[in-house]
């Protein structure tokens, strides 16, 4: 036990989007699950999904960079959520909407991104403001959805300290679509489909 030496690891050399504005298309939203959250010294477990966007911009070694957001998975009139799809859909989410959050995918959207550091000091990317599009971009179709369920069942596994070979089972959230949040019991008026935006 003497000679034991141990290094923290800041998890890799990720490579943050870069800062600016830019032409986007989302290639992937993830159901979370339930998540831990703490608002005002008061924890409790609230449904999360995490939308990813592909944007024309590149990494250093050419790959197609992905920024990613994460929300609380419902359409409240004052939830962050309701607020991103009315900025990027320009018109807002009404009152008894319903809004299947797979038909995302695919659209495309323009997208304000900053750098910020987290407590640790490390840079990451933020989506700060998100509008209609300038223009279509499609999907280069190197982002893999089911690898990114994998890595998050794998994450929560670790973090809760249940065996990796049970994170798929355990933790692999359902079809994006089950985290469609639940409507006010309101009747929902017909869907407006703006080709534009692409939902």
Do not use: W, Y
């Given at each position: 036990?003497?000679?034991?030496?141990?290094?923290?690891?800041?998890?890799?050399?990720?490579?943050?989007?870069?800062?600016?504005?830019?032409?986007?298309?989302?290639?992937?939203?993830?159901?979370?699950?339930?998540?831990?959250?703490?608002?005002?010294?008061?924890?409790?477990?609230?449904?999360?999904?995490?939308?990813?966007?592909?944007?024309?911009?590149?990494?250093?070694?050419?790959?197609?960079?992905?920024?990613?957001?994460?929300?609380?998975?419902?359409?409240?009139?004052?939830?962050?959520?309701s607020a991103f799809i009315g900025k990027w859909r320009g018109r807002p989410v009404l009152p008894g909407e319903t809004i299947g959050l797979d038909k995302l995918i695919g659209a495309s959207c323009t997208l304000v991104i900053s750098h910020q550091k987290n407590l640790s000091g490390k840079t990451y990317a933020s989506i700060d403001a998100i509008s209609k599009p300038t223009r279509k971009v499609t999907p280069s179709g190197t982002y893999d959805p089911e690898a990114a369920r994998q890595r998050y069942a794998d994450w929560k596994a670790k973090k809760s300290g249940a065996p990796a070979a049970h994170a798929p089972q355990a933790a692999a959230p359902a079809p994006s679509k089950s985290a469609t949040p639940t409507p006010a019991p309101a009747a929902a008026p017909a869907a407006e489909y703006d080709p534009e935006v692409g939902f």
């Open positions: 036990m003497n000679n034991m030496v141990l290094q923290c690891n800041e998890g890799g050399n990720f490579e943050p989007h870069p800062e600016g504005i830019h032409p986007s298309v989302c290639v992937g939203v993830l159901d979370l699950g339930l998540v831990e959250t703490e608002f005002q010294g008061v924890r409790s477990l609230k449904p999360k999904v995490k939308i990813t966007f592909e944007s024309e911009a590149k990494t250093s070694d050419g790959k197609p960079c992905t920024v990613s957001k994460s929300f609380t998975a419902s359409l409240h009139p004052k939830s962050n959520l």
